[in-house]
């Protein structure tokens, strides 16, 4: 029987040390909660695999130097969002994840205070958070 409430996918990526906090996130946002009578929720699949990337001239990178190729480690989290509101939510809760870190890292931001520290966790290092919603069909 299909589902009446649409059902999306958010698969992003993070660094190993980043991912929890990440998780936490997109778990507040409403992402990873399953429908039905079990009432599960933070529920993922996730898997440790190697990221490749090569920083233009623009980039302020995290890791590695600009034009010169850098592999890592980063671990893919899939979870489930139920509704296209809840998968909103939790892609910005990801971005937001990923904001206050690269203002952190900008060469010209000074460092943060303890206030600022103890506020914003720093929870995903990259300028860009890496992430995809695909929507799923269940009409099978």
Known sequence: ???????????????????????????AA???????SGGYTECCWSALGTGQFRPGEGANPYIGSRGVAEETPEVRVETLCLGR???RKAVDALKKCVTFVSVLLHRNTPPPTRTDAQA???????????YFV???????
Do not use: Q
């Not at 996918?9 to 997109?26: E, G, I, N, Q, R």
């Not at 409403?30 to 039905?36: F, K, T, V």
């Not at 695909?134 to 099978?140: A, M, P, R, S, V």
């Open 120 to 130: 914003h966790k720093r929870v995903h290092p990259y300028e860009e958070p890496v």
């Open 134 to 140: 695909t929507k799923i069909e269940d009409e099978f």
């Open 85 to 87: 509101d809840t998968a």
């Open 30 to 36: 409403g992402a990873g909660r399953y429908p039905g």
């Open 1 to 27: 029987m299909a589902s009446t409430i649409a059902r999306f996918t958010l698969t992003f990526y993070a660094p190993p040390a980043s991912v929890a906090a990440c998780k936490t996130a997109v778990f």
